[in-house]
């Protein structure tokens, strides 16, 4: 009865098999504190599933597919084989395509809106703007991982506030990575 699919389709399976009473709440139960259903990964491929497509009609001498899908990503490698295969064959198949898959140390945190938290790179000029009866200072910033026109004005006071803390002349310190960013010319 590898894995489950649900407080239903498990329950069925296993009273099909054998039966209790109160089969239903311990099956509800088992599926709710399950580690292993409650596990979500913190790296992109550091949790995975395989699987094989057998019985396949021949393509380039190739008549099955291992299936190698990423838990967190969802991300999938589909690579063909031909049967009969060894663990070997299968390993080294892993190796030569899921193995060489990007992978990150520790995926960034999102938001409670599943938004990925922005890093800045630089502070590329600065002005002066009026919001209702004040002078708000905004700067605009050069995102990690985002071209430089993709650039964003932020209010300095957010700005300083929810990312970096400024420490002095046109640098800026990352308070959480402590990365010092230099300013372009402002």
Same mark, same amino acid.
């Given at each position: !009865?590898?894995?489950?699919? @649900?407080?239903?389709?498990?329950? %069925?399976?296993? $009273?099909? &098999?054998?039966?209790?009473?109160? +089969? #239903?709440?311990?099956?509800?139960?088992?599926?709710?504190?399950?580690?292993?259903?409650?596990?979500?990964?913190?790296?992109?491929?550091?949790?995975?599933? !395989?699987?094989?497509?057998? @019985?396949?009609?021949?393509?380039? %001498?190739?008549? $099955?597919? &291992?299936?190698?899908?990423?838990? +967190? #990503?969802?991300?999938?490698?589909?690579?063909?084989?031909?049967?009969?295969?060894?663990?070997?064959?299968?390993?080294?198949?892993?190796?030569?395509?899921?193995?060489?898959?990007?992978?990150?140390?520790?995926?960034?945190?999102?938001?409670?809106?599943?938004?990925?938290?922005?890093?800045?790179?630089?502070?590329?000029?600065?002005?002066?703007?009026?919001?209702?009866?004040?002078?708000?200072?905004?700067?605009?910033?050069?995102?990690?991982?985002?071209?430089?026109?993709?650039?964003?004005?932020?209010?300095?006071?957010?700005?300083?506030?929810?990312?970096?803390?400024?420490?002095?002349?046109?640098?800026?310190?990352?308070?959480?990575?402590?990365?010092?960013?230099?300013?372009?010319?402002?």
């Amino acid at each position: !009865m590898g894995g489950h699919s @649900g407080v239903q389709v498990t329950r %069925k399976r296993l $009273s099909s &098999l054998i039966y209790w009473k109160g +089969l #239903t709440t311990d099956v509800k139960k088992w599926i709710r504190e399950y580690v292993v259903c409650q596990r979500f990964p913190d790296r992109a491929w550091s949790v995975i599933s !395989m699987d094989f497509i057998e @019985g396949l009609p021949s393509s380039n %001498k190739k008549n $099955s597919i &291992l299936v190698v899908v990423d838990h +967190l #990503t969802k991300y999938g490698h589909f690579l063909p084989l031909s049967h009969p295969y060894t663990a070997t064959d299968v390993a080294n198949e892993y190796l030569k395509h899921v193995g060489l898959a990007p992978t990150q140390d520790q995926l960034p945190l999102v938001d409670d809106q599943s938004v990925l938290p922005k890093e800045p790179v630089h502070i590329l000029d600065r002005r002066m703007v009026k919001r209702g009866n004040h002078a708000v200072t905004e700067v605009l910033v050069e995102w990690v991982n985002s071209f430089p026109e993709d650039a964003t004005w932020e209010p300095l006071p957010v700005l300083s506030i929810t990312l970096v803390v400024f420490v002095g002349d046109n640098s800026v310190l990352m308070s959480s990575r402590l990365r010092v960013l230099v300013c372009g010319n402002i």
